[in-house]
Structure formats: structure tokens, C-alpha cells
């Protein structure tokens, strides 16, 4: 019963966002129950949501492997696998899960979620598509649905995804985000040229790169930027000390310091020179 209130209290803390704490409380659980697939799986969803994808992969598997072929197993695998960029196994996982409860719009949410992670736009739609109709009551399915859609150049197409899916469960929080994103990015849309433009732009920003998801360039410039800053300041710091103060200071430190400048200096020229390339449709 106790493990049953702290599974419980997990799943409180998870939907609450509060990853952080469901992975403190799950961790002991999984050490005293080791066959606990339930613990497992949530697990692996705290990892998932903290950016532990390799720790949620572990997680998941230890699930599938105390229940092999249970489809919220293999869902969690899938996600994992998807957000560590090896996509094929995350579609592969996607798709037996599939197979092995036909019909369920969650999983196919899923499946077509990898498609896109892996830049197979067309392929996405079409399954999406399908499944979006059979279970047109299911607003994440059709969330989904409308982000494959605005992928594949038919942002109008989209928002009429979007809309079904609000019209379903009135205030939901993924369709009104893409709502917002899809407004905007039709301001941008001014010919048939920006259309294509816009619509690879987003479709890019669903794709996740083999080995997972990396810092984005801008992030990664202003880092760097930040250092040769810092670097630079160090080095005057230094050079006053030395002239005016007469201050001992090791040459390897100088050496390090400017080393340290020049290295920062060379990253934040490529990753500002460096523009995400257009995708080509799937």
C-alpha cells in the first residue's frame, strides 16, 4: 500500500511538473523493488522531463524487460530512443507498439512524433492523418496531426488541426502554444517562397540531430562570448597588477587565460557564421 501512495504522489508531482522531485522519490522505490514496472516507467518519464534521456532509456527498458511487449513500455522506450536522436529505434519501438494495440491514439501520437524528430515529414502526415480520423475525438492526436501538417507546407491545414483539438478539451495548452507559434510564423508568410521557407523552418525545429538535442548556436555564441569577455578583463586585471603593483603572476596562468580567449573567440566566430541549412522535404 505505502508503494502504491508513493507511485501515486509521483505521478502528482510529474503532471505538476515537479520532475525533480518524482525522480528523488521513484529512486529508492526502484532500489527496493527492482520489479517494479510501474516505478520504472515512471522513472523514466522524471528522467525524460529533466533532459536524462540516457537515464530514462534505462529506466524504460528495465519496464519492458519485466513486461516485454506492454505498449506503455515500449512507448517510454520509444521516446527515449527519439529524444537521443537514434531514430530508427525509436520508430521501430513506435511501430510495434502500434502492432501490438492497433488503434490507440496515444501510440500513434507517438509514432508519428519519431517520424518528425527524425525529419520524415510526408511520412508523419500520412500516418497522423489516418490516425487523426479514426480517432478524431483524441485533441493530442490532433495536435500532432496539425504539427505534421504545418511541416509539410499547409499551415491553414494546421490551424484547423489546432482548432479541433480546442474545440475537444477547450483551454488545451499544446494546441493553444502551436496556435501562438502558427500565428506567428504566418505573419512572416508573404509569397509562395516565404511559405516554403517558413513551414522547413518549423519542420527543422521538430527534427532532433543523431546523438539528441544540443544547445542551439545562439546559445552556444553568446557562451562563448560571454568567456572572451571575461577573459580579456582577467588579462588586464593581470597586466595592472604586474606593471603597477609589481605582482608575481605565473605564466601559465597568462598562458591559460589567453589560450582560454583565443579558443572562446574561434567557437563564437563559427557558431555565429554557422545558419541552419534547409531541410529538403521528406
Known amino acids: 500500500m505505502r508503494t502504491e501512495l508513493l507511485l501515486d504522489r509521483a505521478g502528482d508531482l510529474l503532471v505538476s511538473g515537479r520532475a525533480g522531485q518524482a525522480a528523488s522519490l521513484l529512486a529508492p522505490v526502484v ?167 517558413v513551414c522547413d523552418e518549423f519542420a527543422e525545429s521538430l527534427r532532433i540531430p543523431a546523438g539528441g538535442v544540443v544547445p542551439p548556436r545562439g546559445v552556444v555564441a553568446h557562451v562563448a562570448g560571454v568567456t572572451v569577455g571575461v577573459s580579456l578583463v582577467t588579462m588586464i586585471i593581470l597586466a595592472v597588477l604586474v606593471r603597477l603593483g609589481g605582482a608575481d603572476v605565473p605564466m601559465p596562468l597568462l598562458i591559460g587565460v589567453f589560450s582560454l580567449a583565443g579558443a572562446a573567440a574561434c567557437v563564437r566566430q563559427v557558431s555565429s557564421r554557422s545558419l541552419p541549412r534547409t531541410r529538403s522535404r521528406s
Open 31 to 197: 532500489g527496493a523493488e527492482p520489479g517494479n514496472a510501474g516505478a520504472w516507467l515512471l522513472l523514466a518519464r522524471a528522467h525524460l522531463a529533466l533532459g536524462r534521456p540516457g537515464e530514462a532509456l534505462e529506466a524504460a527498458r528495465a519496464a519492458l524487460g519485466l513486461r516485454p511487449g506492454a505498449v506503455d513500455a515500449l512507448y517510454w522506450v520509444s521516446a527515449a530512443y527519439t529524444a537521443l536522436g537514434r531514430h530508427e529505434l525509436a520508430i521501430n519501438a513506435a511501430t510495434v507498439a502500434g502492432q501490438e494495440d492497433p488503434g490507440n491514439p496515444r501510440l500513434a501520437e507517438r509514432h508519428g512524433r519519431a517520424l518528425l524528430a527524425a525529419g520524415r515529414v510526408a511520412e508523419a502526415e500520412v500516418l497522423l492523418a489516418a490516425h487523426a480520423e479514426f480517432a478524431h475525438y483524441d485533441a493530442d492526436l490532433q495536435v500532432a496531426y496539425g504539427m505534421a501538417l504545418f511541416a509539410a507546407g499547409r499551415p491553414l491545414s494546421a490551424r484547423e488541426a489546432y482548432g479541433k483539438a480546442v474545440n475537444l478539451e477547450p483551454g488545451h495548452q499544446a494546441a493553444l502554444a502551436e496556435l501562438r507559434r502558427l500565428g506567428a510564423a504566418e505573419r512572416k508568410i508573404t509569397d509562395a517562397g516565404s511559405l516554403v521557407r
